[in-house]
């Protein structure tokens, strides 16, 4: 509006001392005020929806990273198939296959053998691995032998059921996150 109000006063001072600017009434100030409205809009607006649109974002992000786990899990989930909508939003997408996955993951848990596990972290903490990647790529290893097993119609190892998967014990999607990187093996730097 500065600008606005500036073309105008130069234009109506110079008309008094005689020179004639009146293009600045005329011609430039109009799209100065229309630059301010957009600018005054757009300071209201963005501050509003690009935390939400940053957060959809992250969402579609993390829904594709999933894609691996929910592939290998998805014979095993018995949560209900949402409905056919192209227009639903990357959250909403997000948080159905979250729960899906996590359905998969209770459905395969009588499979979990943990000698599968105990001898993956032992090869991947031996290979120099830190105990976190470790953990992540031994129940990888133990969760595509479990998806085996179960595809295969085996009958469940003798194990006791204490065990919980690290993606299970973190809130959010990080850790379903994680364990969809490790079924593609160890990352590179």
């Known amino acids: 509006m500065v600008g606005f109000q500036l073309t105008k006063y130069t234009a109506v001072v110079a008309?008094?001392?005689?020179?004639?600017?009146?293009?600045?009434?005329?011609t430039v100030a109009p799209p100065m005020a229309s630059l301010a409205a957009l600018l005054c809009s757009?300071?209201?607006?963005?501050?509003?929806?690009?935390?939400?649109?940053?957060a959809q974002w992250r969402g579609f992000g993390d829904y594709r990273r999933l894609g691996p786990l929910?592939?290998?899990?998805?014979?095993?989930?018995?949560?209900?198939?949402?409905?056919?909508?192209?227009?639903q939003l990357p959250q909403?997408?997000?948080?159905?296959?979250?729960?899906?996955?996590?359905?998969?993951?209770?459905?395969?848990?009588?499979?979990?053998d943990h000698r599968v596990r105990e001898r993956a972290r032992d090869t991947a903490l031996r290979a120099g691995r830190s105990p976190h990647e470790a953990r992540?790529?031994?129940?990888?290893?133990?969760?595509?032998?479990?998806?085996?097993?179960?595809?295969?119609?085996?009958?469940?190892?003798?194990?006791?059921?204490?065990y919980r998967l690290h993606a299970t014990e973190v809130s959010g999607t990080g850790g379903l996150v994680e364990l969809a990187r490790a079924l593609h093996g160890p990352r590179r730097p």
């Open 15 to 26: 008309r008094w001392y005689g020179h004639d600017l009146d293009f600045l009434s005329t």
């Open 42 to 54: 757009a300071g209201f607006a963005l501050p509003r929806l690009l935390p939400a649109a940053r």
């Open 70 to 87: 929910w592939c290998l899990v998805r014979p095993a989930s018995t949560a209900p198939r949402p409905g056919a909508s192209w227009w």
């Open 92 to 112: 909403a997408r997000l948080q159905w296959r979250e729960v899906s996955i996590h359905d998969g993951l209770l459905a395969l848990a009588p499979y979990f």
């Open 136 to 162: 992540l790529a031994a129940e990888a290893a133990m969760l595509a032998d479990a998806a085996r097993r179960a595809a295969a119609r085996e009958e469940p190892p003798d194990a006791d059921g204490g």
